[in-house]
């Protein structure tokens, strides 16, 4: 048994990832749509100046793609030890961060130590258009001289059909089917046979 959960629509807004009249979307939008589904929960994508609330689990995402890239403290699990080591936040690490979260783990200062965020980011393994978009709204979490472009228009993709958005094949039969709701995580999967 499959079991699908589909999008309820309350409004006749397009979505983001509605092409315009041109057949292009902005990835912009595209991006922050994504990260407000997945990853808004965990990430706080404000300034840490600007912060009025307690901060979230995951290390925050502001200024952390620059058009320079910044070097980041992290505890790489790559040797199957974990070791304190510098690396580059350019889009390389940000694939691998979505794909494997605990291979390089950010850190913090606590209480004058470095400690690794807690692991319990899922993968999150992105398409191109939506890696892409994710990038373009990373880029833009930054103070002005750093900021990247507020639009960044590209040819909208066309559906193949072959998958709903969000769903994964596995082998030739058992699907994972991540659900999509408003305001709500789509961390929570369904798995079952097709």
Not at 62 to 83: A, D, H, M, W
Not at 97 to 117: C, F, Q, V, W
Not at 141 to 160: H, I, Q, S
Request: proline residues 8%.
């Amino acid at each position: 048994m499959l079991i699908i959960f589909t999008r309820l629509a309350f409004s006749q807004e397009p979505s983001a990832t509605t092409p315009d009249e041109r057949g292009k979307i902005d990835l912009v939008p595209v991006g922050k749509e994504i990260y407000s589904q997945n990853c808004a929960i965990c990430h706080e994508n404000q300034s840490t100046s600007d912060i009025k609330s307690v901060l979230k689990i995951g290390p925050p995402l502001y200024g952390l793609l620059q058009k320079n890239p910044i070097r980041r403290t992290v505890f790489s699990n790559e040797t199957l030890t974990e070791t304190l080591t510098e690396i580059s936040a350019d889009e390389n690490y940000i694939r691998t961060s979505l794909l494997d979260p605990t291979l390089h783990m950010a850190t913090r200062k606590e209480n004058g130590k470095i400690i690794a965020y807690p692991p319990g980011m899922p993968r999150f393994p992105l398409d191109g258009i939506e890696f892409k978009s994710i990038i373009a709204y990373l880029r833009t979490l930054n103070d002005p001289e750093n900021r990247g472009p507020d639009e960044l228009w590209v040819k909208a993709p066309k559906e193949d059909g072959k998958n709903a958005k969000f769903e994964i094949i596995i082998g030739q039969q058992t699907r994972i089917v991540r659900a999509e709701f408003a305001n709500v995580s789509t961390r929570a999967i369904a798995v079952g046979n097709p």
